[in-house]
């Protein structure tokens, strides 16, 4: 749910679209998530989208790139952010990935990572919203 609403806010808040149009957003990143997941599983076998975190994490990395290079400034530095959260992201599946194989060695396991990794990557994508929304004038 996080991430549909998120989209949609993020369309209605970097660019502008009505409220009306922007809720179209949802299921287009639905279609487009299921694509991705379908086309990594042809590619990759089923282990290759993680649970179908990786089409959430291309599309995130989508935004923060379309936002850098489409929003005047100074709303285009929440690309960055956008970024980088995408980057916190990638990271954080890379710990769930190693999370079994290491858990013998290494008896925390990398798990409570993933957790704090994917709180800050919503930390990050909540405050780009809500710093877009309070300088935009609502």
Known sequence: ?????????????????RWAWAWLAAPA?????????????AVGGDRAV??????ALILLAAFGLAIRLTVALPGARFGTWLLG????????LTLRTLDEPLCQSFSLGTHFAWHLFNATVLFLVSY???????????
């Open 1 to 17: 749910m996080f991430i549909l609403i998120g989209v949609v806010v993020m369309v209605h808040w970097m660019w502008g679209v």
């Open 128 to 138: 780009v919203v809500i710093r877009r929304w309070q300088g935009s004038g609502k």
């Open 50 to 55: 993680l649970g179908g975190y990786i089409p």
């Open 29 to 41: 990143y639905l279609l487009v998530s299921v694509g991705l997941s379908v086309a990594i599983r």
């Open 85 to 92: 959260a995408a980057a916190i992201f990638a990271a954080s």
